[in-house]
């Protein structure tokens, strides 16, 4: 028994090495590339978008970005991880602007925070999706947020 459980412990950390031997650590996801990623995990979230709106995000990730089913599943999960605190951050802005005409510094600071903590949850996933997916897949999820930034830079004058 005890040689048993060595032979599989042996199998496991040959498969992690492997594992991680091919696996490329992707650049971190910049400015550009999160404004798409925010887009599709809170879509896939689905706080505010229907059934048939985030089954049409998720089939249009497989078609366009040629993600396989682990892919997708990585790119499902992260959009449900974030589910939940932005149900929390939800609660917690509606108790901070509730019945007020005019927020206090405080008040407006404690928004700020609530912002920044969502912003930094959606950039982990992102990166977490980045280098979970297939160094190409990670490439192709990175171009609607390069499109976006051009089209704005564009728009904006070249600035």
């Known amino acids: 028994m005890n040689g048993s459980k060595r032979s599989i412990y042996s199998v496991l950390l040959l498969f992690l090495c492997l594992t991680c031997y ?8 910049t400015v550009n590339d999160l404004q798409y990623f925010r887009f599709m995990l809170t879509t896939i979230a ?21 993600l396989n089913d682990e892919e997708f599943a990585v790119v499902r999960a992260a959009g449900q ?15 901070i602007a509730q019945g007020k005409v005019s927020l206090s510094a405080a008040d407006s600071a404690a928004l700020a925070a609530l912002d920044t903590q969502r912003e930094a949850r ?13 160094p190409a897949t990670a490439d192709r999820l990175r171009i609607p947020g390069q499109v976006l930034s051009r089209a704005l830079n ?4 070249g600035k």
């Not at 091919?22 to 996801?29: D, E, F, K, V």
């Not at 959606?122 to 297939?134: E, F, K, T």
């Open 22 to 29: 091919g696996q490329t650590s992707q650049a971190p996801a």
């Open 46 to 66: 689905g706080l505010d978008s229907s059934p048939d709106a985030v089954k049409m995000v998720e089939d249009s990730l497989i078609q366009h970005f040629g």
């Open 81 to 95: 991880q974030l589910k939940p605190l932005l149900q929390q951050l939800r609660q917690s802005s509606t108790s």
């Open 122 to 134: 959606i950039a982990a996933l992102s990166n977490q999706i980045l280098n979970s997916v297939r």
């Open 154 to 157: 564009s728009a904006q004058g």
